[in-house]
């Protein structure tokens, strides 16, 4: 099939690459070149850099419905439009361009976690599977009817980046057996049931600050759940740590957010709001992540010590 792709971030590369093996990816569509690091330059998107390296046309509008670039897209004249983790809203007229309609890899079992974060928001609400829908695109948010889902198993060590590379190639994978399914005429889609639909909005970097009055449990999700990025964090004596590994022991008496023990090698233990964590791997503002015992050599931690 004659394919246009929509896609920006690392999750959407996998199944570009498959794409380029099955059929004819005649252009991509990818987000704006950002300003990155702290040198501030103009940074290509993953999906760009890929497609580049097999020459394929790639374009970046900053609004895709503006009904100039919306008419070029029409003069394409593609089978199919694939979007993975694209960043904008396709206009209705965009959506009814090609004849086999706008397929999407969303990673989760919709209709749960509708939206922007599905990965992170399952990790965050603790859940032990989730998985990637392959769905057709309707003018709804992630609201298409399914064409198949692939569940994934979360462990309790999973982060969201070890997560994310899991689920990024079985999402390829399930594109490419849908896209085997339309071209064969059998696709039994299913509606989703809107009354089990929830949403993952997306994330910010205030919404990482750690409150540790919360249950341990929690806690030690959202660390997961933002790690790498944009990383679960508070601060000790004014000074803000990033925090990217912890697990859950026994509490004991002491304020939520104090330092309650302190292990040379195997770090610091912090009260919570029913238990306590053992803080593993931390990262100082403008430093470098590591293990908290290596951090500990160079930094003062001292029981008693209030994380706020």
């Known amino acids: 099939m004659d394919i246009v792709f929509m896609g920006t971030p690392d999750f959407a590369v996998p199944t570009l690459k498959a794409l380029i093996e099955k059929h004819n990816v005649k252009a991509v569509i990818s987000q704006p070149d950002r300003p990155k690091g702290r040198g501030k330059r103009l940074q290509p998107t993953p999906v760009k850099m890929i497609a580049e390296q097999y020459d ?47 397929i999407n890899v969303h990673g989760s079992l919709l209709p749960e976690y509708r939206g922007a974060a599905p990965i992170q928001q399952s990790i965050l609400d603790g859940k032990d599977k989730t998985g990637v829908t392959i769905m057709y695109m309707e003018k709804g948010l992630d609201s298409g009817d399914m ?18 590379d899991k689920m990024a190639p079985i999402g390829a994978a399930a594109l490419i057996e849908a896209l085997d399914m339309i071209q064969k005429g059998t696709v039994q889609a299913k509606k989703q049931d809107e009354s089990l639909s929830t949403y993952a909005h997306m994330i910010k970097k205030e919404m990482g600050k750690i409150d540790w009055s919360r249950p341990s ?55 919570t709001g029913d238990s306590a964590l053992i803080i593993k791997e931390i990262q100082a503002k403008g430093g470098k992540k590591m293990n908290t015992a290596d951090y500990m050599r160079g930094h003062s931690i001292e029981k008693g010590n209030i994380l706020i």
């Open 56 to 102: 394929i046309p790639v374009y970046q509008p900053e609004r895709i419905k503006d009904s100039e670039f919306t008419a070029f897209l029409e003069g394409i004249k593609a089978d199919l439009f694939v979007v993975v983790a694209y960043g904008q809203i396709l206009s209705e007229r965009i959506l009814d361009i090609p004849r086999y309609g706008c």
């Open 147 to 164: 064409i198949l889902q692939k569940e994934i198993e979360i462990s309790p060590e999973d982060t969201y980046g070890t997560l994310h």
């Open 217 to 271: 449990e929690e806690i030690r999700n959202k660390i997961r759940g933002f790690n790498p990025v944009p990383g679960a964090y508070t601060t000790l004596n004014g000074n803000v740590l990033k925090i990217y590994a912890a697990d859950i022991t026994c509490g004991s008496t002491g304020k939520c957010g104090e330092i309650i023990h302190v292990d040379n090698k195997k770090g610091f233990t912090v009260k």
